[in-house]
Structure formats: structure tokens, C-alpha cells
């Protein structure tokens, strides 16, 4: 059986650890990517604490990585969200979300490239956002998340030819940590936003983690270069009837 390594960014908790618990059943090693320890373990778990907005660390960490684990997919699920009114907004805050949500990856992908090039195959998948199409308080989170769609296509245009697809998964709302750091778990402004979502629901870690099981799967090669919004229906509305 083909030996599969996937690098997870911010593989710790929430999406990222459900993912990487998930690639493992199906005999994955994962390595991630974390400013803390993970919440989970597992012999085929590695860790490795860093900080992606640094970008001398991340590359470090990057070329430890590609020397000792042969990485077949690579995974930017990490993200930060910084909100601020446009008043408010910074371009420190800008010159963050860019490094962790667009450095971060092209360093890890340019570490890890010779080896799916060599092998002929890879799958490159970010977390990208709903946001991108346009959120209040969103001004560096969703213009870098929107990046994120661009960089990918590119990247799918070069790639393919290697066998190497590259997708963003683009959650709504869901109910993790950085979504209850600014929205109250339990509270009735949750409850509302759920109301206003097409489906009448808020997403989970797993509706989240089933679309990047689906382009992790090495069968999946002629889907490159998409965003997929997991969003309940917010990408195309949040009016209901």
C-alpha cells in the first residue's frame, strides 16, 4: 500500500485535529503544524510548534519537515480572523493575515514541491472562507482569503502536469473556536446567525473535514483548481422564507 504523509497547519484542535484523526484511520502519518500542543495524539501524530507568521521559523520548520517526511499533501488549514471595523483595521494586521494565511503555504509548498514532483503526485488543499466574498469586520481576513483562491488556480495551472491537484475548501460559519471568539457559544446572537443560514444550521468540524477527506483522496485527480464553499447556502444566500 502507497505510503500517504499529510502536513497539516494548525492540526492541533477543531478541523485540522478531525482531519488528521481521519487521515490516520486510513493509514496516513500526519505532521502538525501548531503554535501549541495538540489535543490529540496517536503514534502516527507529529508535532511540530511554530509560529506561521514568522516566516524565518516557517521556513525552518519547513525544510526540517521536507528532510525527514516525504509529504504527499499538504494542508493550510490555519488562520487567524483579527477583526476590525475599516476604521480600525491596520496594515500590521493586513501584513499578518498575509504571511499566515498565503507565506505560510507558498514557504511549505516550495519546501515539499521536489518530492511530489519526483513522485508524480500530491494534493495541495487550503481552508479558505466564505468571507472572501465579503464580511463586516473582515477587512485583512477576507482580502487574504480571497488570495487564497487565486494562488490556488495558479498553482493548479502549474501543477497539474505533475499530478499534483490543488483545492480550497471555504467554510461558513462553524461552530470552532475562532468562530466563538467573537460570537458567544450558546448565545442568542449564535442562535440567530443559524436562523439566517439556508440550511437553519451552523457547521460543524465534520461538515468541514468531509469535503477535505474527498480531495485528499488519491482517486480525486481530476478536480483541481476550485473553491468549494461549505457554508449551508451562505455563499449564495441568507435569506429564508
Known amino acids: 500500500m502507497t505510503q500517504y504523509t499529510a502536513l497539516i497547519t494548525g492540526g492541533s484542535k477543531g478541523i485540522g485535529a478531525d482531519l488528521g484523526q481521519r487521515l490516520i484511520q486510513r493509514g496516513y502519518t500526519v505532521v502538525s503544524l501548531s503554535r501549541g500542543a495538540p489535543e490529540w495524539s496517536h503514534d502516527a501524530l507529529h508535532h511540530v510548534e511554530v509560529d506561521l507568521t514568522d516566516a524565518t521559523a516557517t521556513e525552518r520548520v519547513a525544510k526540517d519537515i521536507a528532510a525527514t517526511h516525504n509529504i504527499t499533501h499538504l494542508i493550510h488549514n490555519a488562520g487567524v480572523i483579527r477583526p476590525n471595523l475599516v ?99 450558546g448565545s442568542e446572537r449564535e442562535a440567530e446567525l443559524a436562523k439566517r443560514l439556508p440550511v437553519g444550521r451552523l457547521g460543524t468540524v465534520r461538515d468541514i473535514s468531509n469535503a477535505f477527506m474527498f480531495f485528499c483522496d488519491p ?9 468549494l464553499y461549505v457554508c449551508g447556502g451562505a455563499s449564495v444566500g441568507t435569506l429564508t422564507l
Request: proline share 6%; hydrophobic share 40%; charged share 15%.
Open 219 to 227: 482517486e480525486n485527480s481530476f478536480v483541481t483548481g476550485q473553491t
Open 87 to 185: 476604521e480600525e483595521a491596520t496594515t500590521e494586521d493586513l501584513t499578518a493575515l498575509t504571511q499566515i494565511h498565503l507565506g505560510a503555504p507558498l514557504i511549505l509548498l516550495q519546501a515539499c514541491l521536489p518530492n511530489m514532483k519526483e513522485n508524480q503526485f500530491g494534493r495541495v488543499l487550503f481552508n479558505g472562507s466564505r468571507a472572501a466574498l465579503g464580511v463586516p469586520t473582515r477587512t485583512a481576513y477576507s482580502a487574504t482569503k480571497a488570495g487564497i483562491s487565486g494562488m490556488a488556480r495558479t498553482w493548479a495551472l502549474e501543477l497539474a502536469q505533475y499530478g499534483i491537484t490543488v483545492n480550497v475548501v471555504a467554510p461558513g460559519p462553524v461552530q470552532t473556536d475562532n468562530f466563538w471568539d467573537i460570537i458567544p457559544k
